[in-house]
């Protein structure tokens, strides 16, 4: 089951990755404009965070088969109807159905591989990553119609028939007022952090081309050279972790966030900046995945603590890099490692925070005993 998931999961990597390239074959096609092409983007978050909040607030019960069902449903139909020849506006409709089943699929495989560990959710987030570095070359090849039913046609034989199960995990007993106060503080920073790690992801995919243009690429050089940061992506999240198998996830997290540092200077030179977006998502990719792994150790009732958390995180990937491209436009391409190391420095610190506070708390409980 897990290889079908990590399969699943680089297919909807190259849903995702296809939106933005799709963009401009639409505008051309429908004869849009800017703003409304970027409905497309629009409708896919929006029908991904009212998946991702309605999956938090069910029960049980009703979050382990009828969720996965609908959302498996959801989804099929979305790519089914991007597949056909429709004119707008039923392609943004076909990618808000679409963003419906994404985010309740996200949700679901996500919880279900951070509760058995950080292999489990680096693998189907590094499959993730591939399959995004995959989807704007596929889609500038066939233009979108194929490749949709293809994808719809993939991810239903690779699904599995059966609801993953999540493995067991140490409930940390919320049966008092004192002790849902202490738990809440935890969850507040790691939605905090997963809402910069977001505008830090998105920020810089969302920009690369713009910023390799602005060094004197190419139009064609710049949009061929943006897969380096999703390839870099996929290779943190599938090769880091071997190296660092021994590491907790805090010390992952802000090894990892440090490094990108050193990215961000790489890309403010214009000979250096393809290597340097490579290596920012090396340094980028494991993030993620490590703080999905540190919540199910740290907090009870992983999926609607993850359905939190992602929730605040796709608020993240909408407005920061929006607010990024504002601080642009204000003062030069040029400066997006400054902005980006504006978010960086919010999600390190949060995260050192984070450690110093279970360290404490273990402490505490040591002390105890």
């Known amino acids: 089951m897990v290889v079908r ?28 404009s800017p703003a409304t092409a970027g409905l497309l983007v629009t409708g896919f978050f929006g029908g991904c965070l009212v998946s991702t909040a ?9 979050a382990r088969g009828p969720l996965y069902v609908v959302s498996s449903v959801l989804l099929l139909v979305g790519l089914g109807l991007l597949a056909l020849p429709t004119a707008w506006p039923w392609p943004p409709l076909a990618v808000a159905v679409g963003g419906l089943g994404f985010g309740g699929l996200v949700l679901i495989v996500n919880t279900v591989m ?18 995004a570095a995959a989807g704007p070359a596929l889609i500038s090849l066939t233009h979108g119609g194929v490749l949709f039913a293809v994808l719809a046609a993939g991810i239903l034989v690779s699904l599995p028939w059966t609801v993953p199960e999540t493995a067991p995990v140490a409930e940390a007993g919320m049966t008092t007022e004192r002790e849902r106060l202490r738990l809440s503080l935890p969850l507040v920073l790691f939605c905090a952090m997963l809402f910069c790690y977001a505008g830090v992801e998105t920020g ?13 690429y190419s139009a064609n050089t710049a949009a061929a050279l943006t897969s380096l940061f999703w390839l870099g992506l996929a290779g943190g999240r599938l090769l880091v972790p071997l190296v660092t198998r021994n590491w907790s996830p805090p010390r992952l997290i802000v090894t990892a966030l440090l490094a990108c540092g050193a990215g961000l200077s790489v890309i403010a030179f214009a000979f250096s900046a393809p290597a340097g977006f490579l290596l920012l998502g090396v340094c980028v990719g494991p993030i993620f995945p490590a ?20 929730t605040v995180a796709m608020l993240g990937n909408a407005a920061v890099p929006a607010l990024i491209g504002y601080g642009l436009q204000a003062t030069s391409v040029l400066a997006l490692p400054l902005f980006v190391a504006v978010a960086l420095a919010g ?6 925070a984070l450690r110093a506070k279970a360290r404490e708390r273990q402490g505490v409980s040591q002390g105890t005993v």
């Open 114 to 131: 951070a509760t058995r560990g950080l292999t489990y959710v680096n693998l189907v987030n590094g499959t993730y990553g591939l399959g």
């Open 5 to 32: 998931l990590a399969i699943v999961f680089g297919m909807l990597g190259l849903f995702q990755a296809t939106l933005g390239p799709l963009i401009p074959l639409l505008r051309d096609r429908d004869d849009l």
């Open 54 to 62: 309605v999956g938090g607030a069910l029960t049980d019960r009703w």
């Open 291 to 310: 703080t999905l792994a540190w919540i199910a150790r740290t907090l009870p009732h992983p999926r609607r603590v993850n359905a939190a958390v992602l």
């Open 347 to 352: 999600c390190l610190g949060i995260a050192v």
């Open 204 to 216: 810089l995919s969302s920009w690369e081309a713009t910023h390799l243009r602005a060094h004197g």
